[in-house]
T-cell receptor, first 114, second 112 residues
Framework: SQTIHQWPATLVQPVGSPLSLECTVEGTSNPNLYWYRQAAGRGLQLLFYSVGIGQISSEVPQNLSASRPQDRQFILSSKKLLLSDSGFYLC?????????????FGPGTRLTVL | KQEVTQIPAALSVPEGENLVLNCSFTDSAIYNLQWFRQDPGKGLTSLLLIQSSQREQTSGRLNASLDKSSGRSTLYIAASQPGDSATYLCAVTGAGSYQLTFGKGTKLSVIP
């Protein structure tokens, strides 16, 4: 069966510090991978998605970047965090089958920027 | 641009009651619609996926319907239990897209 991992589970970082969040998927190959942010009162916002190694699409201009160095690894990064980067970050995967796209989510990372 | 709306934003019901959660979307050109459950501080759990060609899907006490032409979906929960308390999210995948557009959710409280 498929499993999706995220770490760390929680993170408190000062403004201006770098960020690296990691997501890995087990039990599937060539998944589509997604990063979402959930902020209070704003719902889930898609940040990045990837359909293959090295292929990243960005949905929202922002202070963050994403990379996919391996088939089942997706990393969210920032060089300098802003207060507005605080939120709950969720990684998700889906099969690459067009028109199916049932997405499965990881446990999330709670990021607080102080 | 696709917009997804969920009404009500919060709902409180006594245990054992049947209930309906509503979801509407503005663009009927969708591949599918997915219902999720989110417990406080946790990730999302997929409950049901309805393809655009389907009218409904069932899993245990849950039944989701889809009326694509009118841009509506409902999630029916039978014989509600306190363990059903959570936020329920509806999301659609637009035709030709890999992206999910989410509603803001309905927070359900089932009172023992």
């Amino acid at each position: 069966s498929q499993t999706i991992h995220q770490w760390p589970a929680t993170l408190v970082q000062p403004v201006g510090s770098p960020l690296s969040l990691e997501c890995t998927v087990e039990g599937t190959s060539n998944p589509n991978l997604y990063w979402y942010r959930q902020a209070a009162g704003r719902g889930l916002q898609l940040l990045f998605y990837s359909v293959g190694i090295g292929q990243i699409s960005s949905e929202v201009p922002q202070n963050l970047s994403a990379s996919r160095p391996q088939d089942r690894q997706f990393i969210l990064s920032s060089k300098k965090l802003l207060l507005s980067d605080s939120g709950f970050y969720l990684c998700a995967w889906a099969t690459g089958l067009a028109g199916v796209n049932e997405q499965f989510f990881g446990p999330g990372t709670r990021l607080t920027v102080l | 641009k696709q917009e997804v709306t969920q009404i009500p934003a919060a709902l409180s019901v006594p245990e054992g009651e049947n209930l309906v959660l509503n979801c509407s979307f503005t663009d009927s050109a969708i591949y599918n619609l997915q219902w999720f459950r989110q417990d406080p501080g946790k990730g999302l759990t997929s409950l049901l996926l309805i393809q655009s060609s389907q009218r409904e899907q069932t899993s245990g006490r849950l039944n989701a319907s889809l009326d694509k032409s009118s841009g509506r979906s409902t999630l029916y929960i039978a014989a509600s239990q306190p363990g059903d308390s959570a936020t329920y999210l509806c999301a659609v995948t637009g035709a030709g897209s890999y992206q999910l557009t989410f509603g803001k959710g309905t927070k359900l409280s089932v009172i023992p």
